[in-house]
């Protein structure tokens, strides 16, 4: 009997350390034993998509993440990197040095001393804060959201009948006009443009249709330039700041909204899952690049914020295809950022779905 339990145990621990030698765990990442120990990043790799081909599992990628305390933003990785999977084994301990006994001394005569009291002034503990539990990953330094040249370019969307009236008349010098360049504005009463103030020059982009339910939503108005304002007359002349396309004569005009961004210091797993549709592109080319500007249907009222990154599934495939940041948060769309593409191919009515949110250390911006 007794030999029958200790065959029994013996296939148990056997069978233990078969299960434990499938996978090693790192950070709380589950890793494939067909996983190499390190990779080496290819264009159009992504941490989801490393995650998902490695791991089973897209959701890992913090964990990868936190392994490669190199990367300073997930969503920015460049082929020729080496990303670290298993950890990598500690050195073995050094032998202890052998020590010769040293021969024992004679005792020594018990002289008994009165006891020294010490006085001892107990500190109050410092307070053990408890950090985020959706806590991704903490940034070594804040950094802004956003950029604020990021925030002038976004445009929006606007029904034909709140698109600006308010036109440039003419420009001071040549056919078009770039960055320091004057250009003349119609001063109309109801605008009541002032010395110093900002003006956002535009473009009437394309028509935009929502890709699920058809309605006409009306039209991308495309930022072009800011101006300021220089002096006010028979004409408004102004001095352009920043140029993103050329302005030329019959641009539209109306007060540019300019927000500096607030900091951030850590990336939280989102509360609840957010999805929208993408619905337009800024421009008007045919194919989505990084750093365009694109349009979702989603904004205030479904409690999307300023640096909400998401990932943009295929419509067609369900695959990740990208991935955005939000800038611009409207009440109903959000304009956001392309920062990252895999080869296949971004486009309107594919889904964007929340994955991670910013911790803002500074809301006074």
């Known amino acids: 009997m007794k030999k029958t339990v200790i065959a029994v145990l013996c296939i148990a621990v056997f069978v233990s350390a078969l299960s434990i030698a499938d996978e090693m765990r790192g950070d709380g990442l589950t890793i494939s034993t067909s996983a190499p120990e390190k990779y080496i990043v290819k264009k159009g790799d992504t941490l989801w998509g490393i995650s998902e081909n490695f791991f089973n599992d897209p959701w890992k990628w913090p964990s990868i993440w936190e392994k490669n305390e190199f990367i300073a933003d997930p969503h920015w990785i460049y082929p020729g990197q080496i990303l670290i999977f298993k950890p990598v084994p500690p050195p073995p301990p050094e032998p202890a040095p052998v020590v010769e006994k040293a021969p024992e001394p004679e005792p020594e005569p018990l002289v008994v001393e009165a006891p020294v009291v010490e006085t001892v002034i107990e500190t109050a503990p410092e307070p053990v804060v408890a950090e985020d539990p ?21 445009g929006y969307i606007a029904q034909r009948a ?23 504005i119609d001063n109309r009463s109801s605008d009541n443009f002032k010395d110093g103030e900002f003006l956002a020059i535009m473009s009437v982009g394309d028509r935009v249709k929502h890709p699920v339910t058809g309605n006409d939503l ?40 300019i927000r500096e961004s607030p900091d951030f210091d850590a990336w ?21 690049h990084q750093s365009d500007i694109l349009y979702i249907d989603s904004g205030m009222n479904r409690g999307i914020r300023p ?36 080869d296949s191919i971004l486009k309107i009515g594919d889904k964007a779905s929340l994955y991670a949110r910013v911790r803002v250390v500074d809301s006074t911006k």
Do not use: Q
């Open 134 to 154: 959706n806590l991704l990953k903490k940034l070594d330094t804040p950094r802004p959201v956003f950029s604020t040249s990021s925030f002038m370019r976004t």
């Open 162 to 184: 709140n698109i600006p009236k308010t036109k440039v008349t003419g420009i001071v010098s040549g056919s078009s006009a770039n960055k320091y360049d004057k250009v003349l």
């Open 218 to 257: 009306g039209h991308v108005l495309r930022v072009k330039a800011v101006a300021k304002v220089l002096s006010v007359g028979k004409d408004v002349e102004c001095e352009i700041v920043e140029c993103y396309d050329p302005v030329s004569k019959n641009d539209l005009v109306t007060r540019a909204h």
């Open 268 to 288: 939280l797993k989102p509360e609840r899952p957010i999805n929208a549709i993408v619905l337009a592109r800024e421009n008007s080319l045919l194919s989505v």
């Open 307 to 342: 640096g909400d990154r998401f990932t943009v599934i295929s419509s067609d495939s369900g695959d990740a295809v990208g991935e955005i940041v939000a800038i611009n948060v409207m009440e109903r769309e959000t304009a956001v950022l392309v920062v990252s593409l895999k």
